[in-house]
């Protein structure tokens, strides 16, 4: 059941244990900084991991860009060379033989089980789903979407559909389908599919979306999420009776968690994940009104030896404006997003043109308040009001045009601790 396993800066030698092909359940696994060598175990998940996970190693090779390949070296001239061709000469006629008489049943057999793919997962496959057989699962989610059908379907996203899935054993689950590139030679989708596995199976908290399991055949690539009963942070909001039951108190906690997720990506996980896409869609709620930050499709973990330059990338009205001359991607990124999200929890909607005036205004009189707080609660009482605008003054900063003039995430989760409004768990 191992999915993360670092060994890196080990001084280890000798090759990796050919055993690691069966390890199913891997996600991770990060080798560098090693003396191994030989080949990389035989499987889709060695063939498709990061070459970064086998960098700085004595003579590491396999079938993945970055990494040598595998070929035999050649014969030596006279003596045992000659030798080596003759036993050649003969042996390779009869191999041929023998391949082609096993290889035509195998070819008729092959050809026969490929029709019973849709409803199975073979043993090369990568698919891993928590306390539940890998074969039985996977049949029982096409099953109980019938195939993905459009009639299970609860969202679309960029690069893939979500859907509501129960399980026999009366779990429910949200499935993320990754939809196939329109162009077969795009790999876009896979980085995405990628990224999102590598980013969840690094972090632990409850403000973050759970990923139990994942799949990636030749017919289906998705991944199995926690189920968030009450949606998006964007459709409660923009449904007003949903948005009247989100009362001050639950909305004031929502900003709170998200700042607690955001620390905890930026100083406590190595390297740190930059998120690059919080918006009021990427939060996602439970029964509880517990928020959980989703969708790490386009995260980006930030590393010491790398100048984390990156191409222009994340919602329109939710990034920070430096990227759009940087393109350099900073913790503060996120930030400046928070801070959008923030605001957008308190006023009801985008804030959209109002960003700049909430950027540089002091909010702290009565009548500026009444403006800008959702009219479809009724108005807080003084002692909510006193915590909402004290939420204000610490988020404020974030929407600085100056990334440097922003606070670290650490610092607002700090200080939005330290307020008196009950938390909601």
């Known amino acids: 059941m191992l999915q993360v396993l670092n060994l890196s800066h080990n001084e280890l030698t000798g090759s990796i244990p050919s055993s690691f092909r069966d390890m199913n359940s891997l996600l991770a696994i990060d080798l560098s900084y090693n003396e191994l060598e030989g080949p990389l175990p035989d499987s889709h998940f060695f063939k498709n991991a990061s070459v970064e996970w086998f960098i700085h190693n004595g003579g590491l090779c396999g079938e993945r860009k970055g990494l040598p390949s595998c070929s035999p070296s050649p014969l030596n001239g006279g003596g045992k060379g000659d030798k080596s061709k003759i036993i050649l000469l003969v042996v390779l006629p009869i191999l041929a033989a023998l391949l082609v008489s096993i290889g035509v049943p ?144 639950k909305r004031l906690n929502v900003i709170k968690q998200i700042a607690y997720a955001l620390s905890y990506m930026h100083h406590d996980c190595s390297p740190p994940i930059v998120h690059r896409d919080i918006t009021s869609s990427n939060i996602l709620l439970d029964l509880e009104f517990r928020a959980c930050v989703s969708d790490f499709g386009i995260a980006k973990l930030l590393k010491h030896d790398s100048s984390n330059w990156t191409t222009l990338a994340g919602t329109h009205g939710y990034v920070a404006p430096e990227l759009a001359f940087t393109m350099r991607v900073t913790e503060l990124c996120d930030v400046y997003s928070f801070g959008v999200v923030a605001f957008e929890v308190l006023v009801g909607i985008h804030p959209g043109d109002y960003i700049t005036t909430l950027s540089s205004t002091r909010i702290m009189d009565n009548a500026l308040l009444e403006k800008i707080l959702d009219h479809r609660l009724p108005h807080p009482t003084i002692e909510v009001l006193t915590e909402i605008l004290a939420v204000i003054k610490i988020i404020q900063p974030c929407l600085d045009v100056n990334p440097l003039g922003r606070p670290t995430m650490q610092y607002i989760s700090q200080e939005l601790s330290k307020l008196n409004m009950p938390y909601i768990p």
């Open 106 to 249: 195998i070819i008729f057999w092959r050809r026969k089980r490929s029709k019973q793919k849709e409803a199975n997962v073979s043993h090369n496959d990568a698919f891993f789903l928590w306390n539940y057989d890998k074969r039985d699962a996977y049949k029982e989610i096409l099953e109980a979407t019938e195939n993905f059908s459009s009639r299970y379907c609860i969202g679309t996203g960029g690069y893939g559909s979500v859907y509501k899935v129960t399980l026999q054993k009366g779990k429910t689950f949200a499935v993320k389908k990754i939809q196939a590139p329109e162009d077969e030679g795009s790999n876009i989708h896979e980085q995405l599919f990628r990224h999102e596995i590598e980013a969840l199976t690094r972090t632990r908290h409850r403000n973050i979306m759970k990923l139990y399991g994942y799949c990636s055949t030749s017919q289906h690539r998705f991944l199995v999420y926690e189920y968030m009963e009450k949606g998006s942070l964007l459709s409660i909001l923009n449904t007003e009776d949903h948005a009247i039951e989100l009362n001050w108190i």
